[in-house]
């Protein structure tokens, strides 16, 4: 069992893009909408490895809107 969760981007941007801007930060990511982008944590996911987690898609969203 797992956790499935869906980011909507607020622009319609190829989420193709995005994934690989996170798979850039060792995050693995799959393209649900043309603005969405769905995670697939455990459910016993860590704190700690959520906090990275987050890191990482921050990363990830300054590498999309730098271009």
């Given at each position: 069992?797992?956790?499935m969760?869906g980011?909507?981007?607020?622009?319609v941007?190829p989420v193709?893009?995005?994934?690989?801007?996170?798979y850039d930060q060792?995050m693995?990511?799959?393209?649900?909408?043309?603005?969405?982008?769905r995670?697939?944590p455990?459910?016993n996911?860590?704190?700690?490895?959520?906090?990275e987690?987050?890191a990482?898609?921050?990363?990830?969203c300054?590498?999309?809107?730098?271009g």
């Amino acid at each position: 069992e797992g956790l499935m969760i869906g980011i909507r981007f607020h622009e319609v941007a190829p989420v193709g893009n995005m994934v690989g801007h996170a798979y850039d930060q060792h995050m693995l990511t799959v393209p649900a909408a043309e603005n969405t982008m769905r995670l697939l944590p455990a459910l016993n996911v860590s704190d700690a490895d959520l906090n990275e987690a987050i890191a990482r898609l921050d990363a990830a969203c300054k590498a999309q809107k730098a271009g």
